[in-house]
Antibody
Framework: QVQLQESGPGLVKPSQTLSLTCTVS??????????WTWIRQPAGKGLEWIGR???????NYNPSLRSRVTISLDTSKNQFSLKLSSVTAADTAVYYC???????WGQGTLVTVSS | DIQLTQSPSFLSASVGDRVTITCRAS??????LAWYQQKPGKAPKLLIY???TLQSGVPSRFSGSGSGTEFTLTISSLQPEDFATYYC?????????FGQGTNLEIK
C-alpha cells in the first residue's frame, strides 16, 4: 500500500521560504489518476487545505495562499513538494502530505517560523 | 469559500451511546463530502467519502448521510477508541475546506 513521508526543515525564519518534500513509497506517483495534496494544521486548531497537484502536473491552490504557494512533482524521485514563500509566524503548523482518494496520509511534520 | 459548520463543537458521551455530528455547508456541495477522525498527534483518518461511502477497513458502526447542504456522521454504538476529533471536508469547490471540528469526549 502507498505510504507518504514528509521531510524538510523544522524551523524557518520569517520572510524566508518554507520547503517540504513528500516521498511516496509503495506505488508510483505518476501512475493512475491521483491528486497529491498538502494540508496544514496549526497547533490546537483545525485543518487547512493548501493545494494539490495532479499526476499530469496541473495544480490547484487555496486562494488565500496562492500568491505564496508552489506545489511541484518530481516523478524521477517519486516525490512532490511544497514551497511557501514569505512565511510569518502564522504559517507555523503541522504540514501533512496526502492523497485524498484512495486515502493515504503522511504522519505530518511540524514547521515553526521563528527567528 | 464554502463554509462548513459542524455541530456540536464539543460532545460528551458514554461508551455504547449513539451519537450524531452534523455538518452544514454554506452552499450546495452535492455529495462531495468526507468525514475524518483525528487523534492527538496523528494524521486524520478517512472514515466516509462521497457523503455515505464507508472507507475500507472502517467499522460499520460509522455511517454518513446527506446531500446538498446538510450532512451527518453517526456512530451507532461508541467504543473507547472512538473518542477523538471529527472533521468534515467538502470536495466540491476549491478550496476544499474543512469544518471546525467536533471534539468527542468521554462522559
Amino acid at each position: 500500500q502507498v505510504q507518504l513521508q514528509e521531510s524538510g526543515p523544522g524551523l524557518v525564519k520569517p520572510s524566508q521560504t518554507l520547503s517540504l518534500t513528500c516521498t511516496v513509497s509503495g506505488g508510483s506517483i505518476s501512475s493512475g489518476s491521483h491528486y497529491w495534496t498538502w494540508i496544514r494544521q496549526p497547533a490546537g486548531k483545525g485543518l487547512e487545505w493548501i493545494g494539490r497537484i495532479y499526476t499530469s502536473g496541473s495544480t490547484n491552490y487555496n486562494p488565500s495562499l496562492r500568491s505564496r504557494v508552489t506545489i511541484s512533482l518530481d516523478t524521477s524521485k517519486n516525490q512532490f513538494s511544497l514551497k511557501l514563500s514569505s512565511v510569518t509566524a502564522a504559517d507555523t503548523a503541522v504540514y501533512y502530505c496526502a492523497r485524498i482518494l484512495p486515502s493515504a496520509w503522511g504522519q505530518g511534520t511540524l514547521v515553526t517560523v521563528s527567528s | 469559500d464554502i463554509q462548513l459548520t459542524q455541530s456540536p463543537s464539543f460532545l460528551s458521551a458514554s461508551v455504547g451511546d449513539r451519537v450524531t455530528i452534523t455538518c452544514r455547508a454554506s452552499q450546495g456541495i452535492s455529495s462531495y463530502l468526507a468525514w475524518y477522525q483525528q487523534k492527538p498527534g496523528k494524521a486524520p483518518k478517512l472514515l466516509i467519502y462521497a457523503a455515505s461511502t464507508l472507507q475500507s477497513g472502517v467499522p460499520s458502526r460509522f455511517s454518513g448521510s446527506g446531500s446538498g447542504t446538510e450532512f451527518t456522521l453517526t456512530i451507532s454504538s461508541l467504543q473507547p477508541e472512538d473518542f477523538a476529533t471529527y472533521y468534515c471536508q467538502q470536495l466540491n469547490t476549491y478550496p476544499y475546506t474543512f469544518g471546525q471540528g467536533t471534539n468527542l469526549e468521554i462522559k
